[in-house]
């Protein structure tokens, strides 16, 4: 039989509409997974249904709002952008082969981005998640909703799941290259931070890497970028429940800089291959407020890789080295 190809990006997902209901069905399904949240079923999920989930739709409804465009959601815009251009240069590089989005939580699901990847012949399927720095909570994620969509298939395709790319070069000079020309258009600030989503403390202490492949990350960043020890900084942001997350936090740095010294504070996200509601809003909103509010002068958010062109060769790297 002929082994055909197929390649399958991946992000977490949106609602599908900026809604109570959306968002409430949105995060009913996202909250309900156990790599996201761990805690006993029979604790967990009376707190989710009675108190959480009626109680946190209406509010992050309200977010979405905020940053919702024309597209619609931004996460779910770009990420289309993003396999367009991927599938593009893929041909451009003499590799033709089908490329199909899907959401860990939300649509298109895994199940609907196989159905049209299967369509087309695919027997064989290279998995990208769109997560640099590889977490439980995210890669791991994708993984069980790829087992979920097989579980009717008699003839398995084979799978290559691309576990992380948090070093790769291709990636590290993206992030640079990205921040450099916002430099050249905008200057450059007195600190550049590097904010990265949190996942609680107790998950890196049970063996997940992420952590550890942030700060990685940001070193590299910061060694490619030639910038002095003490002028960047690296923390974690979008906490979420009272237990302890990874530290430093990205709200209670920035409130601190500007007592430092730092009146202009460039913020770059460096875990988001698109922009979405935790740049958008959480960073270029909250965030900006707060640096704001305690002093600073100027806030500068640096967009995400989104479809940039390096950020697309990256991927064809990665994949490449998959077919190989």
């Known amino acids: 039989m002929t082994t055909k190809t197929g390649i399958l990006l991946v992000n977490l997902g949106t609602p599908s509409a900026p809604t109570t209901a959306a968002v409430k069905a949105f995060l009913r399904q996202f909250l309900h997974d156990q790599r996201v949240v761990d805690l006993p079923r029979a604790l967990w999920c009376p707190l989710l249904h009675f108190i959480?989930?009626?109680?946190?739709?209406?509010?992050?409804?309200?977010?979405?709002?905020?940053?919702?465009?024309?597209?619609?959601?931004?996460?779910?815009?770009?990420?289309?952008?993003?396999?367009?251009?991927l599938e593009q240069e893929l041909k451009r590089e003499g590799v033709e082969?089908?490329?199909?989005l899907a959401m860990t939580y939300g649509s298109p699901s895994m199940s609907d981005a196989w159905a049209s990847l299967k369509a087309q012949g695919v027997n064989r399927v290279i998995i990208l998640p769109l997560y640099p720095q590889y977490s439980v909570s995210t890669t791991a994620s994708v993984f069980d909703a790829w087992a979920k969509a097989m579980k009717k298939e008699r003839n398995l395709p084979v799978m290559r799941l691309i576990h992380d790319y948090h070093a790769h070069p291709d990636y590290i000079r993206a992030l640079a290259q990205s921040v450099r020309r916002y430099w050249e258009q905008q200057g450059q600030g007195d600190h550049l931070l590097m904010s990265f989503h949190g996942i609680p403390e107790r998950y890196q202490e049970e063996g997940d890497p992420y952590g550890y492949q942030c700060h990685e990350t940001g070193q590299l960043l910061a060694t490619e970028l030639g910038l002095a020890e003490g002028s960047w900084s690296v923390t974690f942001q979008s906490r979420f429940g009272k237990e302890e997350w990874l530290k430093p936090y990205t709200d209670e740095t920035v409130a601190a800089l500007p007592a430092?010294?730092?009146?202009?504070?460039?913020?770059?996200?460096?875990?988001?291959?698109?922009?979405?509601?935790?740049?958008?809003?959480e960073i270029?909103?909250?965030?900006?407020?707060?640096?704001?509010?305690?002093?600073?002068?100027?806030?500068?958010?640096i967009p995400s890789l989104n479809d940039d062109p390096a950020h697309i060769r990256m991927m064809v790297s990665l994949i490449c080295r998959e077919l190989a």
């Not at 082969?97 to 199909?100: C, F, G, K, L, Q």
């Not at 704001?292 to 500068?300: I, K, Y």
Request: charged share 25%.
């Open 52 to 85: 959480i989930l009626p109680t946190r739709s209406p509010k992050v409804a309200k977010l979405y709002q905020s940053i919702w465009s024309a597209d619609g959601s931004p996460l779910m815009a770009i990420s289309q952008r993003q396999r367009t251009a």
């Open 97 to 100: 082969v089908p490329v199909a």
């Open 260 to 281: 430092k010294g730092i009146k202009r504070l460039d913020v770059v996200c460096p875990a988001f291959s698109a922009d979405c509601l935790e740049t958008l809003e």
């Open 284 to 301: 270029d909103g909250q965030n900006r407020e707060l640096f704001l509010e305690h002093g600073g002068e100027a806030f500068h958010y």
